[in-house]
């Protein structure tokens, strides 16, 4: 008799998990379709849905959403949060340092195609941006060392390789955001080395904040599930990752950026290859 009930009573649908998964869907397609316009207005260098920015700022918030979401489904909401905020505030204390010093990324200002600003200083995507960036990158190159998740060092292996694909992506981004775009501007500087007007010193600085913040976060993502029982690999991270550098890869073919677009197909590629070989094991 208890035992009926028992089954019974898991077998009543969760209300909360029902109306999370139908958030995590709506937010997923919302973003797709966000994707879509976008990929569109890059194509026909127009701007068919109206005002040109809506877009481009509807697929930064429901990209960084279906991110937090994908990641609650193996961990614990409140942990998700707390990893969030660290990276939304890490980036963006980071970058609002950056236009008022010049460090770590280099001289920089935005442009009024950013949009709206906190304080006069920080465009408003850059927290987000960030948590799409490291978020996702985390979950690639947790993909790519599947292998290897047992070995001592497992954890320092995925900050440097998640930090290596940060600066990948940041150097597909500044492209598509810049010589495309123009959401922000590089000032001179006395670096004779740069990557379509990007000091590569900006490189660095992504390296460095990534990897400090990569150290804060990494204890309240640990999933210690994964210790007891085998989780199927999460793809989510993949699929963002890959339509992300489609999105800058098609930007630099229509602008003839063709270092940018070999960039783009060379990152998408090896990430795809190298992640898709780690999640068999």
Known sequence: MSSDLTSKRNSVPNPSATLFDWFARTASVVALLCFIAVLTQ????????????????????TAALTTLCSMSRQLAGQNVLLAATIVAVAGGIAHAIGVITGIP????????GAGPMFFDTLAWPIPALWIIVLLNARGVARLILKPWRKIKNYGLFVIGVAAVLVVLFDLALEPFATRCNGYWVWLPTKFPWTWNGMPLINSLGWALVSILTFAFTTPSLINKQSRSRKLPPDFHPLIVWVLLLALFGTSSAVNQLWSSLALCIGTALASTLFALRGARW
């Open 42 to 61: 890059t194509l026909l260098r127009s701007t068919p849905f109206g005002k040109s920015g809506w877009p481009t700022a509807l697929l930064i918030i």
């Open 105 to 112: 990324f280099g001289p920089f200002a935005y442009s009024s």
